[in-house]
């Protein structure tokens, strides 16, 4: 059964009757989940499952942004706390082999905490670059402030997911870490030409350009296109982050309900698929606004369908893991990390 290109929200614990009619009509390639969605295992295994359901597709991808640090949507009491990006950075620079091997393996952890959900995308790795001054949105975030160090631990990010049978997203390309404004709630513009950008925030994008799929960043870059946001520029879209930093997997957009978008939200999504975004995310489960989401959002076809298939395609059988191990060891990197830095 054809999907249409776009990953949606839903508004709690449980589908509503409206929910469940709007998801079989309209079928959303995928959907992502919010701390307003989770309450036990066995509660959001269930809510996955119906998910998949309903669209006929045991395969549909279910999204979450599970980082670690101040963005974890599952959390205690029944799932454990993982640590930020700024841990396996301080950890980096003691010594690189012992930030990249936390990295990984907190990524493969987080894994199989999502696949035992049936969760099978994982809104990570971050390679943003942050700048002094820049507006804390990113901040701790970030795996550093150098983009070869990012890339690296970004990477390593990725393996953990991917040990673990999870796909993960690069988010948020081509970079939100010059951005003095959190594109939540206004629109972040950069001023930065483009030869630093592509000496800095591009840089650490590249080296991952063969991830299966990427979030766009809500951001202006003046010197390429003043007028919009990477998210609706096309010329964003097909000079930087096709081009520039050679990234061919599946693009889709950060959330469209944020306020850094202007318009309606079906203007905005117009704006996002017409600039060349393969999906649209909306995130606020708002039925209301689902429905001007999936009126402007075409059936998935052509390339944006070639890549949404090399994406599932891509995702990998869980290796074996000693979960208690592996979070001893992940702990002891850890205290050496804050050892470190006190």
Same mark, same amino acid.
């Given at each position: 059964?054809?999907?249409?290109?776009?990953?949606?929200?839903?508004?709690?614990?449980?589908?509503?009757?409206?929910?469940?009619?709007?998801?079989?009509?309209?079928?959303?390639?995928?959907?992502?989940?919010?701390?307003?969605?989770?309450?036990?295992?066995?509660?959001?295994?269930?809510?996955?499952?119906?998910?998949?359901?309903?669209?006929?597709?045991?395969?549909?991808?279910?999204?979450?942004?599970?980082?670690?640090?101040?963005?974890?949507?599952?959390?205690?009491?029944?799932?454990?706390?993982?640590?930020?990006?700024?841990?396996?950075?301080?950890?980096?620079?003691?010594?690189?082999?012992?930030?990249?091997?936390?990295?990984?393996?907190?990524?493969?952890?987080?894994?199989?905490?999502?696949?035992?959900?049936?969760?099978?995308?994982?809104?990570?790795?971050?390679?943003?670059?942050?700048?002094?001054?820049?507006?804390?949105?990113?901040?701790?975030?970030?795996?550093?402030?150098?983009?070869?160090?990012?890339?690296?631990?970004?990477?390593?990010?990725?393996?953990?997911?991917?040990?673990?049978?999870?796909?993960?997203?690069?988010?948020?390309?081509?970079?939100?870490?010059?951005?003095?404004?959190?594109?939540?709630?206004?629109?972040?513009?950069?001023?930065?030409?483009?030869?630093?950008?592509?000496?800095?925030?591009?840089?650490?994008?590249?080296?991952?350009?063969?991830?299966?799929?990427?979030?766009?960043?809500?951001?202006?870059?003046?010197?390429?296109?003043?007028?919009?946001?990477?998210?609706?520029?096309?010329?964003?879209?097909?000079? @930087?982050?096709?081009?520039?930093?050679?990234?061919?997997?599946?693009?889709?957009?950060?959330?469209?309900?944020?306020?850094?978008?202007?318009?309606?939200?079906?203007?905005?999504?117009?704006?996002?698929?017409?600039?060349?975004?393969?999906?649209?995310?909306?995130?606020?489960?708002?039925?209301?606004?689902?429905?001007? @989401?999936?009126?402007?959002?075409?059936?998935?076809?052509?390339?944006?369908?070639?890549?949404?298939?090399?994406?599932?395609?891509?995702?990998?059988?869980?290796?074996?893991?000693?979960?208690?191990?592996?979070?001893?060891?992940?702990?002891?990197?850890?205290?050496?990390?804050?050892?470190?830095?006190?």
């Amino acid at each position: 059964m054809s999907s249409r290109a776009f990953i949606t929200g839903v508004s709690g614990l449980e589908l509503t009757d409206s929910e469940r009619k709007f998801i079989a009509a309209e079928r959303p390639w995928g959907f992502i989940l919010f701390a307003r969605n989770i309450e036990t295992p066995a509660q959001v295994a269930g809510l996955v499952s119906e998910l998949r359901g309903i669209v006929e597709n045991p395969a549909a991808p279910v999204l979450i942004d599970q980082e670690g640090g101040r963005v974890q949507r599952l959390g205690p009491p029944h799932w454990p706390v993982y640590p930020s990006g700024a841990v396996f950075s301080a950890l980096y620079d003691i010594d690189p082999a012992l930030g990249l091997k936390a990295a990984r393996l907190s990524s493969r952890l987080i894994a199989a905490d999502l696949i035992d959900l049936g969760i099978t995308v994982d809104c990570l790795p971050l390679a943003d670059v942050p700048v002094e001054g820049a507006d804390a949105v990113i901040g701790n975030r970030a795996y550093g402030t150098e983009p070869t160090k990012v890339a690296a631990i970004a990477r390593a990010v990725t393996e953990g997911l991917e040990q673990g049978g999870v796909l993960p997203v690069l988010k948020h390309i081509p970079g939100h870490g010059r951005a003095t404004a959190d594109s939540h709630f206004r629109l972040p513009t950069v001023d930065t030409l483009p030869n630093e950008l592509e000496r800095t925030d591009f840089a650490a994008f590249q080296p991952l350009a063969d991830l299966p799929m990427a979030m766009t960043a809500h951001v202006v870059f003046s010197a390429i296109d003043p007028a919009q946001p990477a998210t609706t520029s096309a010329k964003m879209i097909e000079q @930087v982050i096709r081009g520039v930093i050679g990234f061919q997997g599946l693009l889709m957009s950060d959330d469209v309900s944020m306020n850094a978008l202007a318009g309606s939200i079906a203007e905005r999504t117009r704006a996002i698929v017409d600039a060349g975004c393969d999906m649209v995310l909306h995130c606020n489960g708002k039925l209301n606004e689902m429905r001007e @989401v999936a009126g402007q959002t075409p059936e998935l076809s052509g390339q944006a369908l070639v890549r949404a298939k090399a994406a599932l395609a891509a995702r990998k059988p869980p290796q074996p893991l000693d979960r208690t191990a592996a979070r001893a060891e992940l702990d002891a990197l850890i205290e050496r990390a804050g050892m470190a830095s006190a």
